[in-house]
């Protein structure tokens, strides 16, 4: 029996579900300006992903690689959620919402 394609729907579907609040957080606490870090961190586990030997570990960090690629523009989508008043607002940076 061959297990690959549960192990990637899993692994997709986690990466997801763990890159949504992640998202969240990381525009509330930093706002826009935190885009770089999801690049940095897809393209660091993107290398690792053709570097390793390993199908079913490089496949998991394929997955967490283009997860990361697709929270830089869930960030900026996240910052037009905010304001709209989909979700709260960092009191912290509200100058942030002006005019944007």
């Known amino acids: 029996m061959n297990?690959?394609?549960?192990?990637?729907?899993?692994a997709t579907f986690l990466?997801?579900?763990?890159?949504?609040?992640i998202v969240i957080k990381a525009e509330y606490h930093f706002g826009r300006?935190?885009?770089w870090i999801f690049l940095l961190l897809g393209i660091a586990a993107l290398i690792a992903s053709l570097i390793i030997d390993n199908v079913y570990v490089?496949?998991?960090l394929g997955v967490i690689a283009f997860s990361s690629f697709w929270g830089i523009g869930e960030v900026f989508q996240q910052h037009k959620r905010v304001q709209r008043g989909w979700f709260p607002?960092?009191?912290?940076r509200k100058d942030d919402y002006k005019n944007n």
């Open 3 to 10: 297990y690959i394609g549960l192990l990637i729907g899993a």
């Open 15 to 21: 990466c997801i579900g763990i890159f949504h609040p």
């Open 33 to 35: 300006r935190c885009w």
């Open 58 to 60: 490089s496949i998991i």
């Open 89 to 92: 607002m960092n009191p912290k």
